[in-house]
């Protein structure tokens, strides 16, 4: 099987896909065919997952039209947003090769550009109607996001829900104690995107609250926003490597997954961020605040804690059976990995190519 994965916006998601997928189906050829940035140069490896690059610069159609020409792929996986290179490969190979869309996000849902890569012009919402329509399958994040889609489009290809599962292989390999005690102050921890535009990702009044409870965080930024230094009492760490990052977590109690709903609150309730399942990997409970699909991950699974305020979060956090959760956790953490679900994804390619 040959598959071209296609983005504009760099995701890691597409890494951990080509990780897992080169793990399971060694002869499976991959192709990326990209703008702005390649996969290593936005996260320092990937692109040795795969054995052609393009770049389709400004004429996405003409460069997307002579990679496939020179590639020859077996199916097409376009990655959103923008939902135009989906739209565009519809347009280009529908009835030829078949065109997976898998949807990250939905425009319609957010009011800000993405905050990792480069700010892209909102697009007609008609690139997102066809994108989903008329794809020869979709793959979506959580069922909150198909609950999302369902109720705005009609898709009738075949549908998988496929969540940011963290990889295995970056994972550590043992967890501490269940019941070890780290003092009596509970240590926060956030790893992640940060912003300062008042949209999901900008933290700072949170992080204000949660040192303001008494509580003890540190952040370990994916790239550096010089504001957040200025909070005090918080915590600031260099961005670190993937293994780095997560050989470090499992110090912690507690993993935050909670975001500033002011403007993106529709799109933050259909969202299972990398951060969650990787926090699950090291053996940390995940905090969130109220978003719909992480509190149905962390109630359903036992996995964690959805807060519905910030008041006495010290007395609320003392409250849980914390070694319980992470009982719980090392149970789950494994299933909850790319390597652990990829087979579903390979399973969706069979069924458009058979």
Same mark, same amino acid.
């Given at each position: ?106 425009? =319609?849902?957010?009011?800000? !550009? ?106 370990? !930024? =994916?790239?550096?926003? !010089?504001?957040?230094?200025? *909070?005090?009492? *918080? ?5 670190? !490597? ?54 149905? *991950? ?54 458009? *190519?058979?």
């Amino acid at each position: 099987m040959r598959v071209l994965f296609v983005q504009q916006q760099p995701c890691v998601r597409a890494l951990k896909y080509a990780v897992a997928l080169r793990g399971a189906y060694p002869t499976l050829a991959l192709g990326f065919a990209y703008q702005g940035k390649t996969l290593s140069e936005w996260y320092g490896a990937g692109d040795e997952l795969f054995d052609r690059w393009w770049d389709l610069g400004a004429q996405p159609a003409e460069r997307l039209r002579a990679a496939v020409d020179d590639f020859r792929p077996d199916l097409i996986h376009s990655h959103n947003l923008p939902d135009s290179l989906t739209a565009i490969a519809v347009e280009l190979f529908q009835g030829r090769i078949p065109v997976v869309h898998d949807v990250h996000d939905l425009q =319609s849902l957010r009011q800000t !550009p993405y905050e990792n890569g480069f700010p892209e012009p909102r697009e007609p919402l008609e690139l997102e109607r066809v994108a989903i329509e008329r794809s020869s399958a979709l793959v979506t994040v959580s069922e909150e996001l198909l609950d999302e889609i369902r109720a705005r489009y009609r898709p009738t290809a075949p549908i998988l829900t496929f969540s940011n599962y963290a990889l295995r292989r970056d994972l550590p390999s043992v967890l501490p104690a269940v019941d070890r005690r780290n003092g009596h102050v509970a240590r926060l921890v956030y790893q992640g995107t940060l912003s300062t535009n008042g949209g999901h990702y900008d933290l700072r009044e949170i992080f204000r609250e949660i040192v303001a409870e008494g509580l003890s965080l540190d952040v370990y !930024p =994916s790239r550096s926003v !010089p504001e957040y230094a200025e *909070l005090p009492g *918080l915590r600031l760490h260099a961005t670190l !490597p993937p293994r780095q990052l997560l050989a470090a977590l499992p110090a912690y109690d507690f993993g935050w997954a909670g975001f500033n709903s002011d403007l993106n609150g529709a799109h933050l309730d259909t969202c299972l961020p990398n951060k969650a399942y990787e926090y699950v990997g090291c053996g940390l409970p995940v905090l969130t605040l109220g978003h719909r699909a992480l509190s149905r *991950l962390v109630s359903d699974g036992g996995l964690g804690y959805s807060l519905a305020t910030l008041d006495d979060l010290g007395g609320q956090l003392a409250r849980l059976d914390v070694v319980e959760i992470r009982h719980q956790i090392a149970a789950a953490r494994h299933a909850l990995t790319v390597e652990a679900n990829i087979h579903r994804l390979w399973d969706l390619y069979q069924r458009l *190519l058979s």
